[in-house]
């Protein structure tokens, strides 16, 4: 099955309309060492995720997208890519370790990432009006770059902080907490909406428990696969690393599997 194709479930809105359909690069070994690696090199997870995306989006919509683009895509949408790019790296089947709350016994739950509940982002996406006394707010989802810009605060003034930076007006009035509320539920529901936790039953005492989901859960954890390939096919071949980690995987390991044929380590 071909998981380059992909279609957001919200868009990317730029030159006045919204672009969904779009389409990863291959993935080769620069690619899975750049993921591999790059999470040990950045500040935050959004820093990260923006960076990720830049490198293994190949398009989205026929524009030339740039570095900005995946600034501003929503949350949803780049929690969305994440899933889906880990589906194009095999990591189709993922496993959560949980501890139950009621008798406290620790046990794993099973994810497809193809089953991931998703819904689509509501009428009027990514903006919607909400009006303050006498003023008709513009209010845009929250995207990449709001995330990195609370990325080093706290509690309620990230969340303030995040508020405002959705209302896509000059002069911002004051808030009341109530109002505040008010504006995150209206964006929650024009936002596209991934499923953050599962319900599942404790197979100890049956209780049902609510399990964090963690949409950037990748399953590239070692890059030893990586360099095991890469040394089997520089003896072979007498490639040079570059070329080598410039192949798409799956020629990379129809080679492989060519090697191992001819010791008659497989059929």
């Known amino acids: 099955m071909d998981l380059s194709d992909f279609t957001l ?5 730029a030159d006045g309309q919204i672009y969904r359909q779009g389409r990863f690069t291959s993935v080769t070994g620069y690619l ?3 993921v591999a690696t790059s999470s040990l090199k950045l500040s935050s997870i959004p820093e990260w995720v923006t960076t990720v995306l830049f490198e293994a989006v190949e398009s989205i919509g026929s524009r030339k997208w740039t570095w900005d683009d995946f600034h501003k895509l929503c949350v949803a949408d780049r929690q969305y890519l994440m899933i889906q790019l880990g589906r194009k790296f095999g990591s189709e089947i993922i496993w959560y370790k949980a501890e139950c709350f009621s008798c406290k016994e620790n046990f794993e739950v099973r994810l497809e990432k193809s089953e991931w509940p ?7 996406f990514p903006f919607t009006n909400y009006i303050v006394g006498d003023q008709e707010l513009r209010l845009r989802l929250p995207n990449g770059a709001d995330q990195e810009s609370i990325e080093n605060m706290d509690g309620e003034d990230a969340w303030w902080k995040l508020l405002y930076s959705c209302i896509d007006v000059e002069d911002k009035p004051k808030l009341s907490f109530e109002q505040a509320k008010e504006i995150e539920k209206v964006l929650e529901e024009l936002s596209p909406q991934l499923a953050l936790e599962m319900q599942t039953s404790c197979p100890n005492c049956q209780k049902k428990n609510m399990v964090p989901l963690d949409p950037y859960a990748f399953g590239v954890d070692s890059l030893k696969p990586l360099f095991v390939e890469v040394h089997a096919l520089a003896l072979a071949y007498n490639w040079t690393e570059k070329e080598i980690l410039a192949l ?3 020629r990379r390991r129809m080679y492989i599997k060519l090697i191992d044929q001819t010791r008659g380590m497989v059929s």
């Open 118 to 124: 998703c819904s689509q982002a509501g009428p009027g």
């Open 9 to 13: 479930p919200g868009g990317l809105w």
């Open 248 to 250: 798409p995987r799956k």
């Open 32 to 34: 899975e060492e750049f």
